[in-house]
């Protein structure tokens, strides 16, 4: 991790979960981390944490709905600002809302669109344009994906959540794809894991507290922090290295790929 002290990291939905731990392991090896979501209290409140733990980065809080593509590009506009642009970017804001193929609404539909597969979209474009008019020729794009994005589990709440990680699995082999045809060593990746102990699932059964409680007792999940490790190990690996494999100690597929 030598290599990325003191570079500019963008995380998306830094305010809790898997994107807060991300964050914070980010900060522990010194990079500059600019953590957003719409809860930007939390996410300061986890910057004076690493402040006050005498972490060696920092971690900069900016509010922002990644469903407004205006907010969107605005907090491009004031990273280039401020820290002259993106080095790494870690597309993790994500959300599922329980809306079956046969009977849901499509505002959840819509929802989960705009965040899952547009913002990730356009913060990748705007990411590489950071990185192209700064010559970084070694930055790195991290899709935290899902098992739900390579298999269609039979559940109904789940389906359409489903298709938007199976668009993460194509939009980050295509990424990977237009990166080589572009010559450049920017990497991309996509991490899945299976479950994951967060506040996930009290957001997709907002009206059943019971059934999101139970989601998590029903295996031994994964910590938010196996995901942080996860990505510093991808993060960390040699440029050489590319590789698609199931990563046995964490039991998740790592996809990792590099142009
Ligand atoms: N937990 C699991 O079991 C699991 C399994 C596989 C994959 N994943 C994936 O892992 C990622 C993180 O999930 P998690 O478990 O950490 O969920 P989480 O605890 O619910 O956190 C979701 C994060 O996304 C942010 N977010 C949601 N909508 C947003 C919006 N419109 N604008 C900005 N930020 C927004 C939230 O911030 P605000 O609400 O403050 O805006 C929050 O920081 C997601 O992509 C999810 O699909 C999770």
Same mark, same amino acid.
Request: proline share 4%; with cysteine; glycine share 6%.
């Given at each position: 991790?030598?290599?990325?002290?003191?570079?500019?990291?963008?995380?998306?939905?830094?305010?809790?979960?898997?994107?807060?731990?991300?964050?914070?392991?980010?900060?522990?090896?010194?990079?500059?981390?600019?953590?957003?979501?719409?809860?930007?209290?939390?996410?300061?409140?986890?910057?004076?944490?690493?402040?006050?733990?005498?972490?060696?980065?920092?971690?900069?809080?900016?509010?922002?709905?990644?469903?407004?593509?205006?907010?969107?590009?605005?907090?491009?506009?004031?990273?280039?600002?401020?820290?002259?642009?993106?080095?790494?970017?870690?597309?993790?804001?994500?959300?599922?809302?329980?809306?079956?193929?046969?009977?849901?609404?499509?505002? #959840?539909?819509?929802?989960?669109?705009?965040? !899952?597969?547009?913002?990730?979209?356009?913060? %990748?474009? =705007?990411?590489? @344009?950071?990185?192209?008019?700064?010559?970084?020729?070694?930055?790195?794009?991290?899709?935290?994906?899902?098992?739900?994005?390579?298999?269609?589990?039979?559940?109904?709440?789940?389906?359409?959540?489903?298709?938007?990680?199976?668009?993460?699995?194509?939009?980050?082999?295509?990424?990977?794809?237009?990166?080589?045809?572009?010559?450049?060593?920017?990497?991309?990746?996509?991490?899945?894991?299976?479950?994951?102990?967060? #506040?996930?699932?009290?957001?997709?059964?907002? !009206?059943?507290?019971?059934?999101?409680?139970? %989601?998590? =007792?029903?295996? @031994?999940?994964?910590?938010?922090?196996?995901?942080?490790?996860?990505?510093?190990?991808?993060?960390?690996?040699?440029?050489?290295?590319?590789?698609?494999?199931?990563?046995?100690?964490?039991?998740?597929?790592?996809?990792?790929?590099?142009?």
């Amino acid at each position: 991790m030598e290599r990325w002290k003191g570079r500019v990291a963008l995380v998306t939905g830094a305010s809790v979960g898997i994107g807060a731990a991300v964050a914070r392991a980010l900060v522990q090896h010194g990079m500059k981390v600019v953590g957003c979501a719409r809860s930007v209290d939390k996410i300061e409140k986890l910057a004076a944490e690493c402040q006050s733990a005498g972490y060696p980065g920092v971690l900069i809080p900016y509010k922002c709905d990644l469903s407004n593509e205006e907010e969107i590009l605005s907090m491009f506009s004031a990273i280039k600002t401020l820290h002259q642009g993106v080095d790494v970017c870690i597309n993790n804001a994500g959300l599922a809302r329980p809306e079956p193929l046969l009977s849901g609404k499509t505002e #959840g539909w819509r929802m989960m669109i705009d965040v !899952n597969v547009m913002a990730v979209s356009i913060c %990748t474009r =705007e990411v590489y @344009r950071s990185m192209k008019e700064r010559n970084i020729d070694d930055g790195h794009i991290i899709n935290i994906n899902s098992m739900n994005g390579h298999s269609v589990v039979p559940q109904s709440v789940v389906h359409f959540y489903s298709a938007t990680k199976y668009a993460v699995t194509a939009l980050t082999e295509g990424l990977r794809q237009e990166l080589r045809e572009a010559k450049t060593h920017i990497r991309a990746t996509c991490i899945s894991p299976g479950l994951v102990e967060t #506040g996930f699932a009290f957001k997709l059964h907002d !009206n059943d507290p019971e059934r999101a409680a139970a %989601t998590y =007792e029903s295996i @031994r999940c994964l910590k938010a922090e196996d995901m942080a490790n996860a990505v510093i190990y991808v993060l960390s690996a040699p440029p050489h290295v590319q590789c698609q494999k199931k990563c046995k100690e964490y039991s998740f597929p790592v996809y990792m790929n590099c142009a």
